[in-house]
């Protein structure tokens, strides 16, 4: 009977048997080393107790420190446990009454939208694509306006009658082509080399990205007004760039973060735009339903570069 159930417990694939071993104590090991993923502890007598009709207990113990494959491991020995517990007691049933008895059930039939395979690329990729732009907007916006400072660029612009507006957007407006050109470029090879849906409104998709940009080039510019070397804008980049992606729910969903750190991600303008672009890219949203992550990346964005152009004016003057 042991040898029946684990046989059908490993029968679809889930799961794999990677050792046997004689007692529990030893068999934990393997979840310590990282060797397996779950242990399925049958206790001596199970064939004894199902014959009598006595309850027989089957011990599973998981690995909670990879939440993820426990958990799929966990959701296959529950659903093929309690399978055979159901068909068991039909069985028993139908033995004494002599016939073949059909015991009330609830059947669940999950059915998967926007990503029926749960196939990991096609959710990566759209946060691939905005950690993408963050990297390479806040940094080269930062470092290129450093590097103009050191080599004396901007001193000799101070003598041009540009108003300080205009300078400020011809100096911006280079990366932001940039980076509009670097995220369709990763969502055009996301759906060519890995199937990554687009059923959403582009236009929606480039407003959004729009509006995350200010944040990020401003994010940038304000760097470089407070950097007096590219070092130190390239610093200052990325102690701004891995705060963000870490709680952008990107990574690692918002909620498994703790409680004390999941109100910092409401801060994070990463977040907001993730959760847009999948809306769109993924699931078809219209625009009208993301107007709330739409005006958080707005006011986020205007703030930033009112602050940066500010500071900006303050440098050049």
């Known amino acids: 009977e042991s040898r029946t159930l684990l046989a059908g417990l490993l029968a679809d694939g889930t799961l794999d048997a990677v050792d046997t071993r004689p ?4 068999a934990e090991k393997l979840l310590e080393n990282g060797d397996a993923a779950v242990i399925v502890a049958v206790p001596p007598g199970l064939a004894r107790s199902l014959t009598r009709g006595d309850p ?19 959701g296959a ?17 139908a033995e004494k009454t ?19 395979e749960l196939s990991t690329p096609i959710y990566m990729v759209p946060g691939i694509a905005g950690m993408l732009l963050l990297i390479i907007t806040t940094v080269i916006t930062s470092m290129g306006l450093a590097r103009e400072r050191e080599i004396g660029t901007l001193e000799q612009v101070r003598v041009t009658p540009l108003p300080t507006v205009i300078l400020m957007l011809g100096k911006v407006t280079p990366f932001v082509a940039v980076g509009l050109f670097d995220v369709t470029a ?42 007096q070397t590219q070092q130190q804008a390239f610093i200052g980049g990325f102690m701004f760039i891995l705060p963000a992606m870490l709680l952008s729910g990107t990574m690692s969903p918002i909620h ?9 991600t409401l801060l994070n303008p990463l977040r907001y735009y993730m959760e847009a672009v999948r809306a769109i890219l993924l699931k078809g949203t ?3 339903d993301l107007l709330p992550q739409l ?13 940066a152009s500010l500071r900006f004016q303050k440098r050049v003057a």
């Open 23 to 26: 007692d529990v104590e030893s």
């Open 56 to 74: 027989a207990v089957v011990q599973v113990l998981l690995d909670g420190s990879d939440p993820t494959r426990s958990g799929v491991a966990g």
């Open 77 to 93: 020995a529950s659903q093929y446990f309690g399978g055979e517990g159901l068909r068991i007691a039909q069985q028993r049933i």
């Open 98 to 116: 002599g016939g073949r008895v059909s015991l009330p059930s609830v059947e669940v039939r999950s059915r998967l939208l926007f990503n029926p």
């Open 186 to 227: 990763a969502i055009a090879a996301g759906a060519w080399l890995f199937d990554v849906p687009i059923r959403g409104s582009l236009p929606a998709f480039y407003l959004v990205t729009g509006a995350y940009l200010l944040t990020t080039v401003g994010t940038g510019l304000f760097i470089s007004t407070i950097s």
């Open 256 to 264: 498994a973060m703790p409680g004390w750190m999941q109100p910092l």
């Open 286 to 288: 219209p625009l009208v």
């Open 295 to 307: 005006g958080v990346l707005l006011v986020f964005g205007l703030a930033i570069m009112l602050a």
